[in-house]
Nanobody, 122 residues
Framework: HVQLVESGGGSVQAGGSLRLSCAAS????????MGWFRQAPGKEREGVAY???????SYEASVKGRFTISQDNAKNTLYLQINSLKPEDTAMYYC?????????????????WGQGTQVTVS
């Protein structure tokens, strides 16, 4: 049973940084694709960054160069370093897991979800 717990969100000023974490359990972490998604009020959930079972990362254009996804397989933990935060980055951030190791952009491709951590940029 996939369990994901996000942490690290908060309220920051524009230009600031945050590091989000996602603690994973209940599955063989190293064989999964992991992704970060976000959802702003009134908007659809959108993908942000992904990392596959081989450690290859990919990013959506809106965050490329400012966000860095990484993971520690020994700790079964996923991270998202967010720099140069903008007000439009304000959203609930979720981590998600997809079995099979290959990453896809669509949120419907992910079967495991955390409860989210709020990021607010003013």
């Amino acid at each position: 049973h996939v369990q994901l717990v996000e942490s690290g969100g908060g309220s920051v000023q524009a230009g600031g940084s945050l590091r989000l974490s996602c603690a994973a359990s209940g599955f063989t972490y190293s064989t999964y694709c992991m992704g970060w998604f976000r959802q702003a009020p009134g908007k659809e959930r959108e993908g942000v960054a992904y990392i596959d079972s081989l450690g290859r990362s990919s990013y959506e254009a809106s965050v490329k160069g400012r966000f860095t996804i990484s993971q520690d397989n020994a700790k079964n933990t996923l991270y998202l370093q967010i720099n140069s935060l903008k007000p439009e980055d304000t959203a609930m951030y979720y981590c998600a897991a997809r079995g099979g190791g290959v990453c896809y952009r669509g949120s419907y491709m992910y079967s495991g979800w955390g409860q989210g951590t709020q990021v607010t940029v003013s």
